[in-house]
């Protein structure tokens, strides 16, 4: 049975100014207070922001599916679930939007079909590593936890693998515009999503040889992309210093203004549409004769079927189906300036940095660097601030005096594709999660596929790259 009254209490933290992140940490300015809840169908607005607390429609009926997790990939499951007629319970100790898919980089990247350990990766690393403003960086006593995954994407690397991870990868985030378009329009949030391509540019001719190989894949999967020299780079975003040598412009790609908010939109539509979205954390679940067993704080639920969508957190629920999936989390962070006094029109991604520049309705984003430090570690925002000093090389006449930082945590599988079908032995979860540096691509397109597979409908791309048992 589906019942019992919902509590918050296992709010957790968000991080935008200073804070940590992770389901089950509490945020001491983000969070409201335990007693504030369980209230239904209300919405308190905090620091200016609309949060949603609450979050039930009271709907009498039970729900036919459990959503866990209200990311960007969780609310886009439970809107195509939606979107099929199914009564739909979204669960997440937090609000919408508030995990990874709070502080992204905004870019619809439909263009990425380069796996991590594509061409060009690792001789890149040594020299990553030891520079302190780099792209990546490991902390040595996370070494040990990281090995054993580090190992299985080194050898995701191998030359034929790459090529059918590029194939799986472009077949799904290639299909991000289409997939977002009804959801965007439905929730009337179609201005959200800018369809005006990105822009990645490179300070040396040696710094894009290295990339040969990542180009050559893009090239092999047939994006539109145009190779621009320095003045053709300074006539698209005139705000960039004139140091830039090579760019390639990708003109199919775009970028959302506000990830958050986007997440909150749709959220909202998908309550308004009678969906149901509970302050509770999964803490176990089990199938059985009479469908999936929830455990929460406040209580225990069995629905029909439940979709794992727990972003960098959901290889510890499919554990508890004992299904082993090596997800780890390669955490990034951002800095949003308020007022930049610059404005480039298109995401700007340094070759040499490996970070973007997105504008946003919050300022300028720049957002990027993996960091291996596991879920628990608490954020080093000196990375945050690198990426304003390298951001500085880039603009010039970037202004830094308000900003504010965020870490988060992307879920990463070795190979870079997600997980994306039935849970092995229990046919009645479904897994959609591991989308790495590309969840905010690959969120609406994710949601209708599974949405095609609680359907029974035949899905439009073949789903065997991302099956659970691959590893
Ligand atoms: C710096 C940075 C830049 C990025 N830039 C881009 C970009 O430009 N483009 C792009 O496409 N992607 C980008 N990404 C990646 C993208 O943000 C992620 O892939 C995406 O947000 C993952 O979404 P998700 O819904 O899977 O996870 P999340 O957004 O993390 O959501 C997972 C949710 O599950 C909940 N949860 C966890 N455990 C439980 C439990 N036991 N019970 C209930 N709920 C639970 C969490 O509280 C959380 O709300 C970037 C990431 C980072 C860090």
Same mark, same amino acid.
């Given at each position: 049975m589906w019942k019992g009254s919902v509590g918050a209490n296992d709010s957790a933290c968000v991080g935008e100014g200073g804070q940590s992140l992770s389901p089950g940490k509490r945020s001491p300015t983000r969070t409201p207070a335990?007693?504030?809840?369980?209230?239904?169908?209300r919405r308190a607005a905090l620091l200016g922001q609309i949060q949603l607390d609450v979050m039930t429609n009271n709907s009498p009926a039970e729900p036919q599916i459990a959503v866990i997790g209200a990311g960007i990939v969780g609310i886009a499951c439970a809107s195509y679930l939606q979107r099929d007629g199914h009564r739909v319970a979204v669960l997440d100790p937090l609000p919408p939007g508030e995990a990874c898919s709070f502080g992204n980089a905004g870019a619809i990247s439909t263009g990425s079909c380069v796996p991590m350990a594509g061409p060009g990766l690792w001789s890149q690393i040594p020299g990553w590593l030891v520079d +302190?403003?780099?792209p990546l960086s490991l902390r040595w006593s996370y070494l040990p936890h990281a090995l054993p995954w580090l190992l299985r994407c080194l050898r995701a690397g191998r030359p034929d693998k790459v090529e059918a991870q590029s194939k799986a990868m472009h077949a799904l985030f290639a299909r991000a515009w289409d997939a977002y378009q009804p959801l965007i329009k439905s929730a009337g949030a179609?201005?959200?999503?800018?369809?005006n391509g990105y822009v990645y540019v490179y300070e040396s001719e040696e710094a894009y040889a290295k990339e040969a190989g990542a180009w050559r894949l893009r090239r092999a999967r047939g994006l539109p992309m145009e190779e621009l020299g320095a003045d053709e780079i300074r006539q698209i975003e005139?705000?960039?210093? +004139?140091?830039?040598?090579r760019g390639v412009l990708l003109s199919d790609a775009g970028h959302c203004i506000n990830p958050q908010r986007l997440v909150q939109v749709l959220a909202e539509h998908f309550l308004r549409n009678g969906g149901e979205i509970r302050r509770a954390r999964v803490t176990d679940l089990s199938t059985g004769a009479t469908g999936v067993t929830l455990s929460t704080e406040a209580g225990t639920f069995t629905v029909p079927r439940a979709v794992i969508?727990?972003?960098?957190?959901?290889h510890q629920l499919a554990a508890k189906l004992g299904c082993k999936i090596p997800l780890e989390t390669e955490r990034g962070y951002h800095a949003t300036l308020k007022n930049p006094g610059v404005a480039p029109r298109l995401p700007v991604m340094s070759g040499e940095g490996k970070f973007l520049a997105t504008p946003m309705e919050m300022g300028l984003r720049v957002a990027g660097t993996a960091e291996f430090a596991g879920l628990d570690a608490p954020p080093d925002y000196a990375r945050a601030r690198a990426l304003v000093t390298r951001a500085k090389r880039m603009?010039?006449?970037?202004?830094?005096?308000e900003m504010s930082v965020w870490m988060g945590h992307r879920p990463c599988l070795p190979d870079t594709l997600p997980v994306i079908g039935a849970a092995p032995g229990a046919p009645n979860v479904y897994f959609a999660f591991g989308h790495g540096h590309l969840g905010l691509t690959g969120g609406a397109a994710t949601g209708q596929l599974i949405a095609d597979l609680v359907a029974g409908r035949q899905p439009p791309i073949d789903l065997a790259p991302y099956r659970a048992d691959r590893f």
């Open positions: 335990p007693g504030a809840l369980p209230f239904a169908g +302190p403003l780099g179609a201005d959200m999503l800018r369809r005139p705000s960039l210093a +004139p140091i830039f040598k969508a727990a972003g960098a957190w959901s603009f010039p006449q970037l202004c830094d005096t």
